[in-house]
């Protein structure tokens, strides 16, 4: 069975305070890793898809990478617009019954920026 | 191109009631896929379709029922409303072809009480 574990559940920054969010993952056969933001009321807005370890992909201040059990996005020097909770997903290989593009979500990072 | 498109917003139900939460994506997209929300649980797939004609169930599929007649429509039929089926509900939906990301709705809040 596929997992996703986030940490930390809530993290609190001020403006310009740099820091990284976890996503630990198990799968049988990784198709891709996926970062979502997610604003209070709102949909899941997608950000990134990672494929293989060593990728790296980046937008603004964000900053995905992903080794073979877990991807971080760091958030570098962070602004009160970046709050939101961030989700991680993974989806399963082909050869792993992935066919159906199936997500496998983690419950979640609540990030806070204080101005 | 609206993308996913979801009806209504926010639904209160008593128990017993039936209703169909809508969908409709226009991005000629073949995947579509129903998720729940709670409160720090994280998303939950309850059903999901590969096309027209085909669904299959989630990881949560009691209580819910849906079809895929066209590409565009996916909706999801709640029978005998539950105070256990209060949630937020997401609509999402995904190429299959050279992109493999969901984009997903705006939601459907619901209330059973």
């Known amino acids: 069975e596929d997992q996703v574990t986030q940490s930390p559940e809530a993290l609190r920054l001020q403006e310009g305070e740099s820091s990284s969010l976890n996503c630990s993952y198990t799968v049988s056969g990784l198709r891709g890793l996926f970062w979502y933001r997610q604003d209070p009321g709102k949909g899941p807005e997608f950000l990134f898809t990672?494929?293989?370890a060593g990728e790296e992909k980046e937008k603004e201040r964000l900053k995905a990478t992903l080794t073979k059990k877990e991807s971080f996005l760091h958030i570098t020097a962070p602004k009160p617009e970046d709050s939101a909770t961030y989700l991680c997903a993974v989806q399963a290989g082909r050869n792993s019954g992935g066919s159906n593009y199936k997500l496998t979500f983690g419950k979640g990072t609540l990030l806070t920026v204080n101005p | 191109n609206a993308g996913v498109t979801q009806t209504p917003k926010f639904r209160i139900l008593k128990i017993g009631q039936s209703m169909t939460l809508q969908c409709t994506q226009d991005m000629n997209h073949n995947y579509m896929y129903w998720y729940r929300q709670d409160p720090g649980m994280g998303l939950k797939l309850i059903y999901y379709s590969v096309g027209a004609g085909i669904t299959d169930k989630g990881e949560v599929p009691n209580g819910y029922n849906v079809s895929r007649s066209t590409t565009e429509d996916f909706p999801l039929r709640l029978e005998l409303a539950a105070p256990s089926q209060t949630s937020v509900y997401f609509c999402a939906s995904l190429a299959g072809t050279r992109s493999y990301e969901q984009y997903f709705g705006p939601g459907t809040r619901l209330t059973v009480t």
């Open positions: 990672l494929y293989s």
